[in-house]
């Protein structure tokens, strides 16, 4: 007959040995200590394996059986800790699972930030995260797809959103450094770049269907998302703005150069949280909402991250790779 042990036996063997002694683990789960000997008895006739080594010392010692049972049983007794604090969760309301839609011009170590202190925070509850980018952000929002939306381009009004704004980033324009562009190590005019390949992201939910944001070439590649975009241009076949946070190591390492071109607007990209009025968000969905306001708050100006970028390298260093 396969073995049946219970939850409450792995919790007095788990008593046991991280307490080190049947009385300890007595005082600690209020029980008699005959109940604690009774129930890892019972446990071990279960298992059909000795847990404990009793003979020869008045302290209980695992045995190579209790060692290998020992991380079974935490990881047994941990998903029912997990239950228990989803249904206390759902009986105080707050949510099985959060579904948020963010921005790729949210830098991500924000992201990568206000998402580690929410599983911490909210153990039971689920994450689904879409990354999208444009108007992307207000379809899936708007859809019921994402409960929450972080980041957003507001084209135009939508009464049944709630949109605020809680922050900014900005588009910096870049080339690889050895793109022709890099290599004329002065400020840019739109001549300059007028005949070379921009590379420009097509906007997928159709908000902004007929509109350009920043396209000074005449030749113009379109692509799909940030990150296709972002790996055309480190490897040289265009050029093209991208969100300073995601190039912040690129510009640092020198294989990426930022473009000194006026014509670029470099304007702050302001970050929205969107919400559906008729669906107000839960604890765990508020408390992230915060989260980001709060973290995206601290985040540098366009002069302050320049201020953090290494000096253009000179001609002769381009040269030389």
């Known amino acids: 007959m396969l073995p049946n042990p219970t939850l409450d036996q792995l919790q007095v063997f788990l008593a046991v040995a991280e307490s080190g002694s049947f009385s300890a683990a007595s005082r600690a789960l209020n029980r008699a200590q005959s109940v604690i000997s009774y129930t890892i008895a019972n446990l071990e006739a279960q298992l059909e394996v000795p847990l404990f080594e009793r003979s020869g010392s008045r302290q209980p010692k695992l045995t190579e059986a209790g060692t290998a049972m020992l991380e079974d049983a935490r990881r047994i007794v941990s998903d029912l ?3 228990r604090a989803r249904v206390k969760g759902l009986k105080e309301g707050l949510e099985a699972e959060v579904a948020v839609a963010i921005s790729v011009m949210v830098p991500t170590d924000v992201m990568v930030d206000v998402l ?3 599983r911490e925070r909210f153990p039971s509850v689920s994450m689904r995260l879409n990354v999208g980018e444009l108007g992307e952000m207000i379809d899936l929002v708007a859809s019921g797809i994402s409960t929450i939306g972080i980041g ?6 939508d009464d049944s959103l709630s949109i605020e704004r809680i922050g900014h980033s900005f588009m910096m324009p870049v080339a690889a450094p050895h793109h022709p562009l890099a290599r004329l190590n002065r400020p840019l005019t739109l001549a300059d770049v007028r005949e070379e390949v921009q590379l420009v992201v097509t906007d997928s939910s159709g908000h902004t269907k007929g509109r350009d944001f920043n396209v000074l070439s005449y030749k113009t590649w379109r692509v799909s998302d940030i990150a296709t ?5 480190r490897g040289g076949l265009g050029w093209g703005g991208l969100p300073a946070s995601l190039i912040y190591e690129d510009l640092q390492t020198g294989r990426l150069v ?3 071109l006026e014509a670029y607007e470099q ?6 949280a ?6 107000p968000p839960g604890p765990a969905a508020a408390w992230m909402l915060e989260a980001f306001r709060a973290s995206l708050s601290r985040c540098p100006n366009l002069e302050a991250f320049k201020a953090q970028l290494p000096f253009n390298r000179s001609k002769d260093a381009i040269a030389a790779e």
């Open 274 to 279: 969107i919400r559906k009025i008729s669906n």
């Open 116 to 118: 580690s202190e929410f």
């Open 152 to 157: 957003g381009a507001i084209v135009k009004q």
């Open 229 to 233: 975009k972002h790996h055309l241009i």
């Open 258 to 260: 930022a473009l000194e």
């Open 81 to 83: 800790e997990v239950m």
């Open 267 to 272: 304007g702050e990209y302001p970050i929205y």
